[in-house]
């Protein structure tokens, strides 16, 4: 069995930081890509940010400059620093990890989703 715990969002306001993590932990023989998505009610979840094991990122254009996703290997952590943060980056966001178990193949599996909310 496999868990996701996020942590990091909340209240900030327009211009200000905020640092999103995601820990993965239980049955995991190795971990591939891992991803940020966002998700504004009534909207498709959409992509903020991957990153491959190795390290390669991209980014969704609404947040490059502004975003930078990382990761740990070792803690099974990925990250993601919001940096000038606007009303209109407020959302849910949800870590996106690929995941093998050791069993069949990579498997997607999802975060809880934390609440980013940015004040005008």
């Known amino acids: 069995q496999v868990h996701l715990v996020e942590s990091g969002g909340g209240l900030v306001q327009a211009g200000g930081s905020l640092r999103l993590s995601c820990e993965a932990s239980g049955n995991i023989f190795s971990i591939d890509d891992m991803a940020w998505y966002y998700q504004v009610p009534g909207k498709q979840r959409e992509l903020v940010a991957a990153i491959t094991r190795s390290g390669r990122t991209n980014y969704a254009g609404s947040v490059k400059g502004r975003f930078t996703i990382s990761r740990d290997n070792a803690k099974n952590t990925v990250y993601l620093q919001m940096t000038s943060l606007k009303p209109e980056d407020t959302a849910v966001f949800y870590c996106?990890?690929?995941?093998?178990?050791?069993?069949?193949?990579?498997?997607?599996?999802w975060g809880q989703g934390t609440q980013v909310t940015v004040s005008s």
């Open positions: 996106n990890v690929q995941i093998f178990t050791g069993i069949m193949a990579y498997q997607t599996y």
